[in-house]
C-alpha cells in the first residue's frame, strides 16, 4: 500500500501537466476561419438612401435602417443578396466576404413604373 501512495504525487504531476499542455495549446482551430461582415447600402435611382428595404442572404433577413444600411455578420464565401422594396424593382446580386473584413455593397433599386388603372 505504501508504494502506491508514493506514486501518487507523480501521478497527479503527469496528469497535470497533461492538461495544461492541452489546455495553454487549446486555441480557436485555424480550420475555422473568423467572420467578416457584409454591408448593404441601398440607394434609389437619385442616390438617395432608402430606409424600409428587405435585404436577405442565405439564412439571414434584415430591413435597412433610416441610414439605408444593413449589416451581416457572415462566413467567409460567396452569398447571394435579394434587395426588395415596395414600388421598386427587386434586385438580386453576389457578394464576397473576407474573414475579418467588411465588405460594402451599394445596391440602386428602380422605380417601377404605376399602373394605370383600367379604363371602365
Given amino acids: 500500500m505504501r508504494t502506491s501512495r508514493a506514486y501518487l504525487p507523480l501521478l497527479l504531476g503527469v496528469v497535470s501537466v497533461a ?8 486555441q480557436a482551430n ?19 438612401r432608402m430606409a424600409g428595404a428587405s435585404v436577405s442572404a442565405p439564412g439571414y433577413r ?10 451581416f455578420s457572415l462566413g467567409p464565401g460567396r452569398y447571394s443578396v435579394l434587395v426588395n422594396k415596395s414600388g421598386y424593382r ?3 446580386l453576389t457578394a464576397g ?24
Fill in 97 to 120: 466576404v473576407r474573414p475579418g473584413e467588411t465588405t460594402t455593397t451599394e445596391v440602386r433599386l428602380q422605380k417601377l413604373t404605376p399602373v394605370p388603372p383600367p379604363k371602365k
Fill in 30 to 48: 485555424p480550420a475555422q476561419p473568423s467572420k467578416g461582415v457584409l454591408e448593404i447600402i441601398v440607394l434609389d435611382e437619385s442616390g438617395n
Fill in 62 to 71: 434584415s430591413t435597412t435602417t433610416s441610414s439605408g444600411t444593413c449589416r
Fill in 19 to 26: 492538461v495544461l499542455g492541452v489546455a495553454s495549446g487549446h
Fill in 90 to 92: 427587386g434586385r438580386r
